[in-house]
């Protein structure tokens, strides 16, 4: 069968950080991945951006380089189209190819607020789509959902997140990336380094029937960072670092593990955690055992180790459970292990002709952005009722 045709939005000779290089392309040009996907085109800002990367990268002087998103669009010669540019440029590079039928897989958010969101999604072929949240196909989650459905620990009676933001510093940004400090470019990392775990404990723990949350600005100033480490300004945000949550999860129909209404509490601190303790740790509590997941500092990634341990309340016995990378997954960088899978399993989709999805080898679509997405609106926007509430609160005291 022939390759699947693939464009890329974003892969950059010149940016600091390109998860479009270190996490897309690794795999796409591997030996496993080339017996699915060809790279046919690249998208930047200009056409020769797009041709720069091209010999940066040393693909083929076949590959189209394109400046205009709405021209990629109209090229009949590409089949998926793929997004990994910063969150508020999503849209407008996205969308004449949604617009034009093709396949996308779009990094996680998918665009900076529900109602573009909404907009990409509502029409676009949300089964022939890809959205950035591997978190959910990375064998520590298939693992937790085994453990769960074969009835390790019995049916999950609470579970409970700590979880910290480790990838920048907790008062500073660096200058590329200043725009973090304001909510209406919708990356910021409650949103991008939170919504990542909280995504995938929803895909073992399954989603809350109802929830409140609580933030907090604890931090309201932020350093602007130089390329020489010096501070250059020091700037207002409006993001939250503080994040709670709690709510009751609903049973997810068929499956079993989880009792209705129990209760689930997740926390994010934006900043390293107590020098020396796990980035992420997470409790699964149950009718016979408990799960406890502890993860390094660097969790997103899956750089460091993550361990999982059984707590067998009947023996009182703990112990290590063994989980592990397919070895396929093992010649790739760690950073794409996770994308990897799910090109993989839309590969298999898509050679199969596009028929049912087998069971077990789903991936999250526009449809699960959506989803997503309308729990971090409702988070701010009850951020935003409390806000409002404590200075009218202030105001009328006064």
Same mark, same amino acid.
Request: with cysteine; glycine share 8%.
């Given at each position: 069968?022939?390759?699947?045709?693939?464009?890329?939005?974003?892969?950059?000779?010149?940016?600091?950080?390109?998860?479009?290089?270190?996490?897309?392309?690794?795999?796409?040009?591997?030996?496993?991945?080339?017996?699915?996907?060809?790279?046919?085109?690249?998208?930047?800002?200009?056409?020769?951006?797009?041709?720069? /990367?091209?010999?940066?990268?040393?693909?083929?002087?076949?590959?189209?380089?394109?400046?205009?998103?709405? /021209?990629?669009? %109209?090229?009949?010669?590409?089949?998926?189209?793929?997004?990994?540019?910063?969150?508020?440029?999503?849209?407008?590079?996205?969308?004449?190819?949604?617009?034009?039928?093709?396949?996308?897989?779009?990094?996680?958010?998918?665009?900076?607020? *529900?109602?573009?969101?909404? !907009?990409?999604?509502?029409?676009?072929?949300? %089964?022939?789509?890809?959205?950035?949240?591997?978190?959910?196909?990375?064998?520590?989650?298939?693992?937790?959902?085994?453990?769960?459905?074969?009835?390790?620990?019995?049916?999950? *009676?609470?579970?409970?997140?700590?979880?910290?933001?480790?990838?920048?510093?907790?008062?500073?940004?660096?200058?590329?990336?200043?725009?973090? /400090?304001?909510?209406?470019?919708? #990356?910021?990392?409650?949103?991008?380094?939170?919504?990542?775990?909280?995504?995938?404990?929803?895909?073992?723990?399954?989603?809350?029937?109802?929830?409140?949350?609580?933030? %907090?600005?604890?931090?309201?100033?932020?350093?602007?960072?130089?390329?020489?480490?010096?501070?250059?300004?020091?700037?207002?945000?409006?993001?939250?670092?503080?994040?709670?949550?709690?709510?009751?999860? +609903?049973?997810?129909?068929?499956?079993?593990?989880?009792?209705? =209404?129990?209760?689930?509490?997740?926390?994010?601190?934006?900043?390293?955690?107590? $020098? =020396?303790?796990?980035?992420?740790?997470?409790?699964?509590?149950?009718? $016979? =055992?408990?799960?406890?997941?502890?993860?390094?500092?660097?969790?997103?990634?899956?750089?460091?180790?993550?361990?999982?341990?059984?707590?067998?309340?009947?023996?009182?016995?703990?112990?290590?459970?063994?989980?592990?990378?397919?070895?396929?997954? +093992?010649? *790739?960088?760690?950073?794409?292990?996770?994308?990897?899978?799910?090109? !993989?399993?839309?590969?298999?989709?898509?050679?199969? #002709?596009?028929?049912?999805?087998? +069971?077990?080898r789903e991936w999250p679509t526009l449809e699960d952005a959506v989803l997503r997405t309308r729990q971090f609106d409702t988070i701010f926007r009850q951020f935003d009722q409390a806000e409002e509430?404590?200075?009218? #609160?202030?105001?009328?005291?006064?």
């Amino acid at each position: 069968m022939p390759c699947i045709r693939t464009a890329i939005i974003g892969l950059s000779a010149s940016a600091i950080t390109s998860w479009a290089a270190s996490a897309h392309l690794p795999y796409l040009l591997s030996s496993c991945g080339s017996k699915h996907y060809e790279v046919t085109a690249l998208l930047n800002s200009s056409i020769s951006a797009a041709e720069s /990367a091209r010999t940066t990268f040393n693909l083929s002087s076949s590959v189209k380089a394109y400046g205009d998103a709405s /021209a990629l669009a %109209q090229d009949p010669d590409i089949d998926l189209v793929v997004c990994c540019t910063r969150v508020d440029v999503h849209f407008r590079t996205i969308e004449p190819s949604i617009r034009a039928g093709k396949a996308v897989f779009v990094e996680w958010p998918l665009a900076e607020n *529900l109602s573009r969101v909404l !907009e990409l999604a509502g029409d676009g072929p949300i %089964q022939d789509s890809i959205i950035g949240l591997q978190g959910r196909v990375s064998p520590v989650t298939l693992r937790l959902k085994a453990l769960l459905a074969e009835g390790v620990i019995g049916k999950v *009676l609470s579970s409970h997140v700590s979880s910290y933001g480790a990838l920048l510093p907790r008062d500073a940004l660096p200058e590329s990336m200043e725009f973090f /400090a304001e909510r209406k470019h919708g #990356g910021n990392p409650i949103i991008i380094e939170n919504g990542h775990s909280l995504d995938w404990v929803h895909e073992v723990l399954g989603e809350f029937n109802e929830f409140e949350s609580r933030m %907090q600005i604890q931090r309201p100033g932020v350093k602007i960072i130089g390329n020489g480490r010096e501070v250059k300004k020091v700037i207002g945000t409006n993001i939250p670092d503080l994040l709670a949550i709690q709510g009751t999860l +609903k049973a997810r129909e068929g499956e079993s593990g989880v009792v209705d =209404g129990a209760l689930f509490t997740h926390v994010f601190r934006h900043g390293t955690p107590f $020098k =020396g303790q796990p980035g992420l740790t997470l409790v699964i509590n149950g009718e $016979k =055992g408990e799960l406890l997941v502890t993860m390094g500092e660097k969790f997103l990634f899956l750089e460091d180790p993550i361990v999982i341990q059984l707590h067998d309340h009947v023996t009182d016995e703990v112990k290590e459970l063994a989980w592990d990378w397919a070895d396929w997954q +093992k010649d *790739l960088p760690v950073k794409a292990r996770g994308v990897a899978e799910l090109y !993989e399993r839309y590969a298999e989709w898509v050679e199969a #002709g596009k028929k049912c999805v087998r +069971k077990g080898r789903e991936w999250p679509t526009l449809e699960d952005a959506v989803l997503r997405t309308r729990q971090f609106d409702t988070i701010f926007r009850q951020f935003d009722q409390a806000e409002e509430a404590r200075v009218g #609160g202030r105001t009328s005291r006064a």
